[in-house]
Protein backbone atom coordinates (compact mmCIF):
# COMPACT_ATOMS: atom_id res chain seq x y z
CA UNK A 1 0.00 0.00 0.00
CA UNK A 2 2.85 2.48 0.88
CA UNK A 3 4.64 1.56 -2.83
CA UNK A 4 0.85 2.51 -4.38
CA UNK A 5 0.40 5.57 -2.57
CA UNK A 6 3.81 6.26 -2.99
CA UNK A 7 3.37 5.86 -6.97
CA UNK A 8 0.17 8.02 -6.84
CA UNK A 9 1.80 10.47 -5.24
CA UNK A 10 4.00 11.67 -8.16
CA UNK A 11 0.63 13.02 -9.92
CA UNK A 12 1.09 15.78 -6.91
CA UNK A 13 4.46 16.49 -8.31
CA UNK A 14 4.32 19.67 -10.65
CA UNK A 15 7.61 18.79 -12.82
CA UNK A 16 6.27 14.99 -13.32
CA UNK A 17 2.69 16.17 -14.07
CA UNK A 18 3.42 18.89 -16.59
CA UNK A 19 5.65 16.30 -18.45
CA UNK A 20 2.81 13.81 -18.50
CA UNK A 21 0.22 16.42 -19.82
CA UNK A 22 3.07 17.44 -22.35
CA UNK A 23 3.57 13.70 -23.19
CA UNK A 24 -0.32 13.37 -23.99
CA UNK A 25 -0.30 16.42 -25.91
CA UNK A 26 2.74 15.06 -28.21
CA UNK A 27 1.47 11.87 -28.11
CA UNK A 28 -2.26 12.97 -29.59
CA UNK A 29 -0.46 15.28 -32.06
CA UNK A 30 2.17 12.41 -33.50
CA UNK A 31 -0.44 10.12 -34.11
CA UNK A 32 -2.33 12.18 -36.28
CA UNK A 33 0.69 13.13 -37.95
CA UNK A 34 1.38 11.49 -41.47
CA UNK A 35 3.73 8.42 -40.76
CA UNK A 36 4.99 8.92 -37.61
CA UNK A 37 3.97 6.90 -35.03
CA UNK A 38 4.12 5.87 -31.06
CA UNK A 39 7.11 4.03 -31.51
CA UNK A 40 8.86 6.36 -33.39
CA UNK A 41 8.39 9.62 -31.35
CA UNK A 42 8.93 7.11 -28.12
CA UNK A 43 12.20 6.17 -29.86
CA UNK A 44 13.12 10.57 -31.00
CA UNK A 45 12.48 10.83 -27.24
CA UNK A 46 14.46 8.46 -25.92
CA UNK A 47 17.82 10.54 -25.58
CA UNK A 48 16.00 13.51 -23.72
CA UNK A 49 14.81 11.14 -21.23
CA UNK A 50 18.15 9.85 -20.35
CA UNK A 51 19.32 12.20 -18.26
CA UNK A 52 15.46 12.34 -16.37
CA UNK A 53 14.78 10.07 -12.91
CA UNK A 54 13.26 7.00 -14.16
CA UNK A 55 10.10 7.76 -12.50
CA UNK A 56 9.70 11.03 -14.26
CA UNK A 57 11.11 9.33 -17.61
CA UNK A 58 8.66 6.58 -17.94
CA UNK A 59 5.57 8.49 -16.87
CA UNK A 60 6.53 11.09 -20.00
CA UNK A 61 7.01 8.11 -22.53
CA UNK A 62 3.92 6.38 -20.98
CA UNK A 63 1.67 9.00 -21.40
CA UNK A 64 3.23 9.27 -25.21
CA UNK A 65 1.97 5.14 -25.35
CA UNK A 66 -1.29 6.10 -24.20
CA UNK A 67 -2.59 9.51 -26.25
CA UNK A 68 -0.57 7.69 -29.91
CA UNK A 69 -3.39 5.56 -29.98
CA UNK A 70 -6.30 7.80 -29.14
CA UNK A 71 -4.23 10.32 -31.64
CA UNK A 72 -4.46 8.39 -34.58
CA UNK A 73 -8.29 7.66 -34.74
CA UNK A 74 -8.38 11.65 -34.72
CA UNK A 75 -7.19 11.81 -38.58
CA UNK A 76 -9.08 7.60 -39.26
CA UNK A 77 -12.08 9.82 -38.53
CA UNK A 78 -11.62 13.22 -40.60
CA UNK A 79 -9.52 12.38 -43.16
CA UNK A 80 -9.29 8.41 -43.81
CA UNK A 81 -5.68 8.35 -42.69
CA UNK A 82 -5.51 6.46 -39.84
CA UNK A 83 -1.61 7.61 -38.82
CA UNK A 84 -1.24 4.81 -36.59
CA UNK A 85 -1.57 1.47 -37.37
CA UNK A 86 -4.00 0.68 -34.34
CA UNK A 87 -6.58 3.03 -36.08
CA UNK A 88 -7.06 1.04 -39.34
CA UNK A 89 -10.38 -0.61 -37.62
CA UNK A 90 -11.79 2.86 -36.66
CA UNK A 91 -11.20 4.02 -40.50
CA UNK A 92 -13.95 1.64 -41.53
CA UNK A 93 -16.95 3.19 -40.07
CA UNK A 94 -15.94 6.38 -38.25
CA UNK A 95 -15.32 7.95 -42.05
CA UNK A 96 -18.49 6.77 -43.38
CA UNK A 97 -19.81 8.57 -40.06
CA UNK A 98 -18.11 11.62 -40.68
CA UNK A 99 -19.20 11.82 -44.61
CA UNK A 100 -22.30 12.17 -43.43
CA UNK A 101 -22.23 15.02 -41.11
CA UNK A 102 -21.56 12.84 -37.45
CA UNK A 103 -17.85 13.63 -37.35
CA UNK A 104 -18.59 15.16 -34.07
CA UNK A 105 -20.42 11.92 -32.06
CA UNK A 106 -17.83 9.73 -33.79
CA UNK A 107 -14.72 11.85 -32.57
CA UNK A 108 -17.07 11.84 -29.04
CA UNK A 109 -17.81 8.27 -29.06
CA UNK A 110 -13.43 7.33 -29.72
CA UNK A 111 -12.62 9.42 -26.72
CA UNK A 112 -15.02 8.13 -24.56
CA UNK A 113 -14.58 4.51 -25.60
CA UNK A 114 -10.14 5.24 -25.81
CA UNK A 115 -10.67 6.49 -21.91
CA UNK A 116 -12.64 3.62 -20.38
CA UNK A 117 -10.63 0.80 -22.57
CA UNK A 118 -7.18 2.63 -21.25
CA UNK A 119 -8.33 3.11 -17.47
CA UNK A 120 -10.12 -0.88 -18.10
CA UNK A 121 -6.50 -1.98 -18.83
CA UNK A 122 -4.35 0.34 -15.95
CA UNK A 123 -6.77 -1.30 -13.73
CA UNK A 124 -5.83 -4.92 -14.91
CA UNK A 125 -2.73 -4.33 -14.97
CA UNK A 126 -2.19 -3.42 -11.23
CA UNK A 127 -4.20 -6.79 -10.24
CA UNK A 128 -2.25 -8.62 -12.68
CA UNK A 129 1.28 -7.50 -13.17
CA UNK A 130 2.08 -8.27 -9.38
CA UNK A 131 0.67 -11.76 -9.48
CA UNK A 132 2.47 -12.78 -12.85
CA UNK A 133 5.59 -11.03 -10.89
CA UNK A 134 5.19 -13.06 -7.27
CA UNK A 135 4.86 -16.81 -9.60
CA UNK A 136 8.09 -15.50 -11.41
CA UNK A 137 10.17 -15.13 -8.75
CA UNK A 138 10.49 -19.20 -8.86
CA UNK A 139 12.44 -18.54 -12.43
CA UNK A 140 15.90 -19.42 -12.19
CA UNK A 141 18.02 -18.85 -15.91
CA UNK A 142 16.39 -21.93 -17.26
CA UNK A 143 13.26 -20.35 -17.15
CA UNK A 144 14.55 -16.90 -17.85
CA UNK A 145 16.18 -18.76 -21.02
CA UNK A 146 12.63 -20.81 -22.27
CA UNK A 147 10.84 -17.39 -21.51
CA UNK A 148 13.37 -15.64 -24.00
CA UNK A 149 12.66 -18.17 -26.27
CA UNK A 150 9.24 -17.69 -26.20
CA UNK A 151 9.07 -14.31 -26.55
CA UNK A 152 11.00 -14.43 -29.82
CA UNK A 153 9.08 -17.39 -30.97
CA UNK A 154 6.09 -14.33 -30.56
CA UNK A 155 8.44 -12.20 -32.79
CA UNK A 156 6.58 -14.13 -35.91
CA UNK A 157 3.21 -12.26 -35.36
CA UNK A 158 4.41 -8.88 -35.40
CA UNK A 159 4.98 -6.10 -37.79
CA UNK A 160 4.83 -7.89 -41.08
CA UNK A 161 2.63 -10.70 -42.85
CA UNK A 162 5.15 -12.90 -42.75
CA UNK A 163 5.71 -15.11 -39.99
CA UNK A 164 8.84 -16.66 -41.65
CA UNK A 165 10.60 -12.97 -42.02
CA UNK A 166 9.64 -11.47 -39.29
CA UNK A 167 11.67 -14.73 -37.11
CA UNK A 168 14.57 -13.73 -39.74
CA UNK A 169 14.54 -10.05 -38.63
CA UNK A 170 14.31 -11.05 -34.51
CA UNK A 171 17.75 -13.45 -35.29
CA UNK A 172 19.42 -11.06 -36.88
CA UNK A 173 18.30 -8.56 -33.82
CA UNK A 174 20.05 -11.64 -31.42
CA UNK A 175 22.76 -11.82 -33.83
CA UNK A 176 23.32 -7.82 -33.17
CA UNK A 177 23.55 -8.34 -29.38
CA UNK A 178 26.59 -10.13 -29.26
CA UNK A 179 28.11 -7.50 -30.63
CA UNK A 180 30.74 -6.02 -28.28
CA UNK A 181 33.50 -7.38 -25.44
CA UNK A 182 32.10 -10.86 -23.93
CA UNK A 183 32.46 -10.25 -20.32
CA UNK A 184 33.02 -14.04 -19.52
CA UNK A 185 35.97 -14.40 -21.89
CA UNK A 186 36.77 -10.68 -22.69
CA UNK A 187 36.69 -11.86 -26.14
CA UNK A 188 36.04 -8.60 -28.80
CA UNK A 189 32.97 -10.51 -31.15
CA UNK A 190 31.80 -8.38 -34.82
CA UNK A 191 33.44 -5.12 -33.73
CA UNK A 192 35.89 -5.05 -36.55
CA UNK A 193 38.07 -2.56 -35.45
CA UNK A 194 35.45 -0.11 -34.25
CA UNK A 195 36.02 1.16 -30.88
CA UNK A 196 32.44 2.52 -30.85
CA UNK A 197 31.01 -1.07 -31.05
CA UNK A 198 33.33 -2.30 -28.17
CA UNK A 199 30.19 -1.58 -25.49
CA UNK A 200 27.73 -3.31 -28.35
CA UNK A 201 25.25 -1.67 -30.89
CA UNK A 202 23.87 1.12 -29.11
CA UNK A 203 19.54 0.61 -28.15
CA UNK A 204 19.48 4.61 -29.13
CA UNK A 205 20.92 4.37 -32.48
CA UNK A 206 19.19 1.37 -33.47
CA UNK A 207 15.97 2.79 -32.69
CA UNK A 208 16.05 5.80 -34.22
CA UNK A 209 17.84 5.14 -37.11
CA UNK A 210 14.85 2.04 -38.02
CA UNK A 211 12.00 3.78 -37.02
CA UNK A 212 12.36 7.17 -37.36
CA UNK A 213 15.06 7.73 -40.19
CA UNK A 214 13.91 4.48 -41.93
CA UNK A 215 10.07 6.07 -42.55
CA UNK A 216 11.78 8.99 -43.12
CA UNK A 217 13.65 7.81 -46.30
CA UNK A 218 10.56 5.22 -47.24
CA UNK A 219 8.03 8.05 -47.39
CA UNK A 220 10.60 10.43 -49.00
CA UNK A 221 10.66 7.94 -52.45
CA UNK A 222 6.40 8.18 -52.21
CA UNK A 223 4.04 10.35 -54.28
CA UNK A 224 2.13 11.45 -51.02
CA UNK A 225 -0.85 13.14 -51.65
CA UNK A 226 -2.40 16.10 -49.96
CA UNK A 227 -5.50 14.81 -47.40
CA UNK A 228 -8.43 16.65 -47.18
CA UNK A 229 -10.23 17.68 -44.47
CA UNK A 230 -13.88 16.60 -43.62
CA UNK A 231 -16.29 19.42 -42.12
CA UNK A 232 -17.42 18.39 -38.94
CA UNK A 233 -19.72 19.74 -36.12
CA UNK A 234 -18.42 20.30 -32.30
CA UNK A 235 -17.23 16.72 -30.83
CA UNK A 236 -20.43 15.71 -28.82
CA UNK A 237 -20.15 13.68 -25.73
CA UNK A 238 -22.13 10.21 -26.34
CA UNK A 239 -25.81 10.37 -24.67
CA UNK A 240 -27.09 7.12 -22.82
CA UNK A 241 -28.88 6.08 -26.13
CA UNK A 242 -25.61 5.86 -27.33
CA UNK A 243 -23.72 4.41 -24.76
CA UNK A 244 -26.48 1.70 -24.13
CA UNK A 245 -26.00 0.79 -28.58
CA UNK A 246 -22.20 0.70 -27.65
CA UNK A 247 -22.05 -0.89 -23.85
CA UNK A 248 -21.32 -4.59 -25.18
CA UNK A 249 -18.66 -3.45 -27.79
CA UNK A 250 -17.18 -1.04 -25.28
CA UNK A 251 -16.53 -3.57 -22.61
CA UNK A 252 -15.74 -6.28 -25.03
CA UNK A 253 -13.26 -4.18 -26.77
CA UNK A 254 -11.63 -3.45 -23.10
CA UNK A 255 -11.14 -6.91 -22.34
CA UNK A 256 -10.13 -8.30 -25.63
CA UNK A 257 -7.41 -5.81 -25.69
CA UNK A 258 -6.25 -6.48 -22.38
CA UNK A 259 -6.13 -10.04 -22.63
CA UNK A 260 -4.39 -9.47 -26.21
CA UNK A 261 -2.45 -7.19 -25.09
CA UNK A 262 -0.82 -9.42 -22.48
CA UNK A 263 -0.08 -11.60 -24.52
CA UNK A 264 3.48 -10.64 -26.14
CA UNK A 265 4.09 -9.35 -29.61
CA UNK A 266 0.60 -8.73 -30.56
CA UNK A 267 0.03 -5.14 -29.75
CA UNK A 268 -3.00 -2.81 -30.02
CA UNK A 269 -3.50 -3.05 -33.94
CA UNK A 270 -4.42 -6.83 -33.60
CA UNK A 271 -6.59 -6.16 -30.64
CA UNK A 272 -8.10 -3.57 -32.82
CA UNK A 273 -9.30 -5.29 -35.79
CA UNK A 274 -10.33 -8.41 -33.78
CA UNK A 275 -12.63 -6.58 -31.89
CA UNK A 276 -13.53 -4.99 -34.83
CA UNK A 277 -14.91 -8.34 -36.00
CA UNK A 278 -16.17 -9.52 -32.82
CA UNK A 279 -18.28 -6.32 -32.36
CA UNK A 280 -19.83 -7.01 -35.75
CA UNK A 281 -20.20 -10.85 -34.93
CA UNK A 282 -22.49 -9.84 -32.21
CA UNK A 283 -24.15 -6.38 -33.05
CA UNK A 284 -27.47 -6.21 -33.15
CA UNK A 285 -27.30 -3.59 -35.72
CA UNK A 286 -25.09 -5.80 -38.16
CA UNK A 287 -26.96 -4.01 -41.25
CA UNK A 288 -25.21 -0.76 -40.13
CA UNK A 289 -21.29 -1.92 -40.70
CA UNK A 290 -19.65 -0.56 -43.52
CA UNK A 291 -21.90 2.38 -43.60
CA UNK A 292 -20.92 4.02 -40.78
CA UNK A 293 -21.72 1.87 -37.15
CA UNK A 294 -21.16 3.75 -34.46
CA UNK A 295 -20.37 0.50 -32.90
CA UNK A 296 -17.34 -0.19 -34.98
CA UNK A 297 -15.68 2.91 -33.60
CA UNK A 298 -16.51 2.17 -29.68
CA UNK A 299 -15.25 -1.18 -29.73
CA UNK A 300 -12.21 -1.41 -31.83
CA UNK A 301 -11.00 2.24 -29.75
CA UNK A 302 -11.41 0.57 -26.34
CA UNK A 303 -9.36 -2.35 -27.51
CA UNK A 304 -6.55 -0.39 -28.90
CA UNK A 305 -6.40 1.53 -25.95
CA UNK A 306 -6.67 -1.29 -23.28
CA UNK A 307 -4.01 -3.19 -25.06
CA UNK A 308 -1.55 -0.31 -23.82
CA UNK A 309 -1.99 -1.33 -20.66
CA UNK A 310 -1.77 -5.28 -21.64
CA UNK A 311 1.24 -4.66 -23.32
CA UNK A 312 2.90 -3.52 -20.11
CA UNK A 313 2.13 -6.42 -18.30
CA UNK A 314 5.13 -8.64 -19.28
CA UNK A 315 7.34 -5.83 -19.83
CA UNK A 316 6.96 -5.15 -16.42
CA UNK A 317 6.64 -8.43 -14.52
CA UNK A 318 8.88 -10.71 -16.92
CA UNK A 319 11.02 -8.35 -18.86
CA UNK A 320 9.37 -9.48 -22.48
CA UNK A 321 8.34 -7.09 -24.87
CA UNK A 322 4.29 -6.77 -25.14
CA UNK A 323 4.58 -5.08 -28.11
CA UNK A 324 7.46 -3.23 -30.52
CA UNK A 325 6.74 0.31 -28.66
CA UNK A 326 7.41 -1.76 -24.99
CA UNK A 327 10.26 -2.62 -26.42
CA UNK A 328 11.43 0.42 -26.74
CA UNK A 329 10.42 1.33 -23.56
CA UNK A 330 12.26 -1.52 -22.34
CA UNK A 331 15.55 -0.32 -24.01
CA UNK A 332 14.85 3.02 -22.47
CA UNK A 333 14.51 1.08 -18.91
CA UNK A 334 17.58 -0.97 -19.30
CA UNK A 335 19.40 2.26 -20.99
CA UNK A 336 18.55 3.87 -17.22
CA UNK A 337 20.02 0.86 -15.34
CA UNK A 338 16.48 -0.30 -14.27
CA UNK A 339 16.50 -4.15 -14.30
CA UNK A 340 13.12 -4.92 -15.39
CA UNK A 341 11.23 -8.53 -14.05
CA UNK A 342 9.84 -9.27 -11.30
CA UNK A 343 12.59 -8.22 -8.78
CA UNK A 344 11.03 -4.73 -9.95
CA UNK A 345 8.45 -5.26 -7.42
CA UNK A 346 10.56 -5.62 -4.58
CA UNK A 347 14.04 -3.35 -5.37
CA UNK A 348 11.96 -0.60 -7.21
CA UNK A 349 8.03 -1.06 -6.40
CA UNK A 350 7.57 2.83 -6.24
CA UNK A 351 8.99 3.18 -10.00
CA UNK A 352 6.20 0.42 -10.91
CA UNK A 353 3.30 2.18 -9.70
CA UNK A 354 4.44 5.76 -11.19
CA UNK A 355 3.94 4.11 -14.49
CA UNK A 356 0.84 2.77 -13.39
CA UNK A 357 -0.64 6.55 -12.07
CA UNK A 358 1.01 8.02 -15.26
CA UNK A 359 -0.90 6.19 -17.50
CA UNK A 360 -4.42 6.43 -15.31
CA UNK A 361 -3.36 9.75 -15.75
CA UNK A 362 -2.93 10.42 -19.86
CA UNK A 363 -5.99 8.26 -20.43
CA UNK A 364 -7.98 11.10 -18.10
CA UNK A 365 -5.96 13.56 -20.09
CA UNK A 366 -6.56 12.72 -23.57
CA UNK A 367 -10.05 12.04 -22.90
CA UNK A 368 -10.73 15.79 -21.88
CA UNK A 369 -8.12 17.29 -24.34
CA UNK A 370 -9.47 14.90 -26.84
CA UNK A 371 -13.10 16.46 -26.44
CA UNK A 372 -11.76 19.64 -26.58
CA UNK A 373 -9.32 20.22 -29.20
CA UNK A 374 -9.60 16.89 -31.80
CA UNK A 375 -10.50 19.59 -34.77
CA UNK A 376 -6.90 21.23 -33.64
CA UNK A 377 -5.50 18.33 -33.78
CA UNK A 378 -6.62 17.29 -37.34
CA UNK A 379 -5.40 19.37 -38.90
CA UNK A 380 -2.26 19.11 -37.70
CA UNK A 381 -2.19 16.31 -40.48
CA UNK A 382 -2.49 18.36 -43.26
CA UNK A 383 1.26 19.42 -42.48
CA UNK A 384 3.48 19.18 -45.23
CA UNK A 385 6.10 15.89 -45.59
CA UNK A 386 8.46 18.43 -46.88
CA UNK A 387 8.81 20.63 -43.71
CA UNK A 388 8.09 17.90 -41.49
CA UNK A 389 10.84 14.80 -42.68
CA UNK A 390 13.32 17.35 -42.49
CA UNK A 391 12.58 18.55 -38.26
CA UNK A 392 12.34 14.56 -37.63
CA UNK A 393 16.13 14.06 -39.16
CA UNK A 394 17.28 17.26 -37.36
CA UNK A 395 15.89 15.65 -34.35
CA UNK A 396 17.32 11.84 -34.84
CA UNK A 397 20.64 13.30 -35.22
CA UNK A 398 20.45 15.11 -32.01
CA UNK A 399 19.21 12.10 -30.30
CA UNK A 400 21.64 9.48 -32.02
CA UNK A 401 24.61 12.10 -30.70
CA UNK A 402 23.32 13.10 -27.22
CA UNK A 403 22.87 9.54 -25.66
CA UNK A 404 26.78 9.09 -25.57
CA UNK A 405 27.88 12.29 -27.46
CA UNK A 406 29.69 10.07 -29.90
CA UNK A 407 29.49 10.55 -33.70
CA UNK A 408 29.80 6.55 -34.09
CA UNK A 409 26.38 6.37 -32.90
CA UNK A 410 24.87 9.03 -35.32
CA UNK A 411 26.97 6.51 -38.46
CA UNK A 412 25.21 3.86 -36.97
CA UNK A 413 22.06 5.67 -36.73
CA UNK A 414 22.19 5.83 -40.19
CA UNK A 415 23.38 2.51 -41.27
CA UNK A 416 20.24 1.58 -39.05
CA UNK A 417 18.07 3.84 -40.98
CA UNK A 418 19.18 2.26 -44.14
CA UNK A 419 18.18 -1.27 -42.99
CA UNK A 420 14.84 -0.21 -41.78
CA UNK A 421 14.12 1.20 -45.42
CA UNK A 422 15.38 -2.31 -46.94
CA UNK A 423 13.18 -3.98 -44.36
CA UNK A 424 10.24 -1.97 -45.26
CA UNK A 425 10.75 -2.54 -48.88
CA UNK A 426 11.45 -6.12 -48.51
CA UNK A 427 8.37 -6.96 -46.43
CA UNK A 428 10.17 -6.79 -43.32
CA UNK A 429 9.16 -5.51 -39.89
CA UNK A 430 12.06 -3.63 -37.83
CA UNK A 431 9.79 -4.43 -34.99
CA UNK A 432 11.04 -7.84 -34.70
CA UNK A 433 14.80 -6.92 -35.09
CA UNK A 434 14.12 -4.62 -32.39
CA UNK A 435 12.94 -7.43 -30.26
CA UNK A 436 15.11 -9.55 -31.10
CA UNK A 437 18.00 -6.69 -30.13
CA UNK A 438 16.75 -6.87 -26.46
CA UNK A 439 15.73 -10.27 -25.54
CA UNK A 440 19.15 -11.36 -27.35
CA UNK A 441 21.34 -10.33 -24.44
CA UNK A 442 18.52 -12.26 -21.94
CA UNK A 443 19.02 -15.86 -24.15
CA UNK A 444 22.67 -15.50 -24.19
CA UNK A 445 23.04 -14.79 -20.17
CA UNK A 446 20.19 -16.91 -19.43
CA UNK A 447 21.86 -20.26 -21.21
CA UNK A 448 25.42 -19.36 -20.37
CA UNK A 449 24.31 -19.34 -16.35
CA UNK A 450 22.58 -22.51 -17.07
CA UNK A 451 25.46 -24.20 -18.74
CA UNK A 452 27.21 -23.09 -16.01
CA UNK A 453 24.33 -24.79 -13.64
CA UNK A 454 24.38 -28.08 -14.93
CA UNK A 455 27.50 -28.05 -16.38
CA UNK A 456 27.81 -31.28 -19.28
CA UNK A 457 24.48 -32.78 -17.86
CA UNK A 458 22.39 -29.62 -19.40
CA UNK A 459 19.70 -31.91 -20.90
CA UNK A 460 18.44 -33.52 -18.20
CA UNK A 461 19.08 -30.34 -16.19
CA UNK A 462 16.50 -28.69 -18.11
CA UNK A 463 14.58 -31.44 -17.95
CA UNK A 464 13.94 -31.55 -14.23
CA UNK A 465 12.69 -27.71 -14.71
CA UNK A 466 8.78 -28.24 -15.20
CA UNK A 467 8.42 -24.43 -15.48
CA UNK A 468 11.19 -24.08 -18.47
CA UNK A 469 9.83 -27.39 -20.30
CA UNK A 470 6.15 -26.37 -20.39
CA UNK A 471 7.78 -22.76 -21.94
CA UNK A 472 9.50 -24.84 -24.05
CA UNK A 473 6.87 -27.09 -25.37
CA UNK A 474 5.00 -23.79 -25.99
CA UNK A 475 7.33 -22.03 -27.94
CA UNK A 476 8.13 -25.68 -30.19
CA UNK A 477 4.17 -25.74 -30.38
CA UNK A 478 3.90 -22.03 -31.55
CA UNK A 479 6.40 -22.66 -34.50
CA UNK A 480 5.97 -25.84 -35.54
CA UNK A 481 2.09 -25.70 -34.91
CA UNK A 482 1.55 -23.97 -38.17
CA UNK A 483 3.49 -26.37 -40.64
CA UNK A 484 2.12 -28.98 -39.06
CA UNK A 485 -1.39 -28.31 -39.63
CA UNK A 486 -1.23 -26.84 -43.50
CA UNK A 487 0.70 -30.22 -43.88
CA UNK A 488 -2.25 -32.10 -42.30
CA UNK A 489 -4.66 -30.31 -44.31
CA UNK A 490 -2.60 -30.68 -47.64
CA UNK A 491 -2.20 -33.96 -47.44
CA UNK A 492 -5.96 -34.40 -46.61
CA UNK A 493 -6.96 -32.80 -50.17
CA UNK A 494 -7.47 -35.23 -53.45
CA UNK A 495 -4.74 -36.07 -55.18
CA UNK A 496 -5.83 -34.17 -57.86
CA UNK A 497 -6.20 -30.65 -56.18
CA UNK A 498 -2.56 -31.55 -54.52
CA UNK A 499 -1.25 -31.99 -58.17
CA UNK A 500 -2.80 -28.75 -59.08
Known amino acids: MEAFLGGMGILLDPFTFFMIIAGTVLGITVGALPGISG ?98 YSFGPPEYFALALFGLSMCGAVGGDSALKNLIAAAFGVLLATVGIDLTTGVERFTFGFYDLTDGVSFVAALIGLFAVGEMLDQATQQMGKPSLLKMDAVRIPGRKEFKKCNRSIWMGSVLGTLIGILPALGATTAALISYNETRRWSKHKHEFGHGSIEGVAGPEAANNAAVGGCMVPTLALGIPGSATTAIMLAGLIVQGVRPGPHLFSEQPTLLYAVFSSMLAANLLYLVIGLG ?55 FSPAPLIMGLVLGAMVEESLKQSILIFGSDIVSGFAGRPIAVTLLLITAVGLLGPVLLRAVARLRQPAAAREA
Open 39 to 136: STTIALMLPITIGLDPVVSLAFLGSIYCAANFGGSITAILVNAPRDPSASATALEGYKMAERGEAGMALGMSAVASAIGGIFSVIAMIIAAPLLARAA
Open 373 to 427: AAKLFARISLIPPALLWPAVFVLSVIGAYGANQSMGDVWLMMAFGVIGLLFRRTG
